[in-house]
């Protein structure tokens, strides 16, 4: 549960594009007022109200008709609008923000692209003004495009209790690899029996498959815990994509099945060491080992098919739209 890859970010906002340039079309035509450029004291009230309601918003600035910016920096930090001084009317003429609406009318939108502010993704909307005195006026809105994909698909609540569940979920596997250690420290001293002939080997023939069997769970144990740190803390799960759930019941079945095969496997051996008793169990193990992976098979292509079907009808809706 990281923080969204830019990958997944630009994935999310091609997805969504068409409803993220309505919604920031709505904000900057409602934001944009004349008096903007005469009263300093009206454009923070009105960035204050917007980011208020859009924490997404992290920036707002002026240009005049030439590029170069005539305000200071009105920008969110901390959930407060603070003013920030940028030098003395740097100039902006070079960026697609301003050449995007230079010669054009209504709300431009650039692609996403690096702050150079924030080093995050980011978009720049711009509208252009008729100022009182004749001259054009821009006003240019930056925004946190991972925020804004968090905001539009209702995640941001969640994603602020994601450390809890992050610490949560490190407990957890930190408790599986205590037992790991648990498991290899009793293999470990079995194994040493076996060196040191404690264990008469003539009289206990399946004492090694009781080793086996320690570090076979273990294994099992440890690989889950492995599957629970990456999928839940080190990487970062889309709980609106299909494929990611998916993929972390296949990665836990298939742990599940690699533990029952070898458990399996060793019973059958210890049946043809002469325990006739262990035929049934190892039978009923291979049977259920047998039945999970056609289970997990179906699921996997019945899952894969259905977002498939999914996204080619996102697909078919985006080129009715366009």
Known sequence: MASMSYLSVIERYHEYEPLVHELLESILTGMSDTQLFEDTGKAIKIFSEVAARYPFVELMYLLDKAGRQISPNLALVN?????????????????????????????????????????????SASLALTLSSGQKGYVVVDINLTRLIEFMM?????????????????????????????????????IWHLLTLEADL??????????????????????????????????????????????????????????????????????SLGEVQYIQGAIMMMLAVVGLLI????????????????????HNLKGKQG
């Open 295 to 314: 289970a997990l098979g179906l699921y996997v292509y019945l899952g894969a098919k259905a977002e498939m079907l999914l996204t080619q009808q996102n």
């Open 79 to 123: 959930q407060q609008v603070k003013l920030l001084s940028v030098g003395e009317s740097p100039d902006r003429s070079q960026r697609p923000y301003y050449l995007n609406v230079r010669d054009k009318t209504g709300v431009q939108i650039t692609q996403p692209y690096l702050s150079n502010a924030s080093g995050l993704l980011c978009l």
């Open 202 to 271: 003539q009289h206990d023939s399946l004492k090694p498959f009781g080793i086996i069997i320690f570090i076979t769970l273990a294994l099992a144990v440890f690989d889950l815990g492995k599957t629970i740190l990456e999928e839940e803390v080190l990487m970062h799960k889309d709980i609106f994509r299909h494929s990611s759930t998916r993929r972390t019941i296949t990665r836990f079945v298939s742990t599940i099945l690699i533990a029952i095969s070898i458990e399996a496997l060793l019973t059958m051996f210890k049946a």
């Open 154 to 190: 209702g995640d941001s609540t969640r994603r602020k209790v994601t450390p809890l569940f992050k610490a949560v979920y490190a407990l957890l596997v930190l408790g599986l690899f205590i037992i790991v250690a648990v498991l290899m420290l009793i293999a470990a001293r079995d």
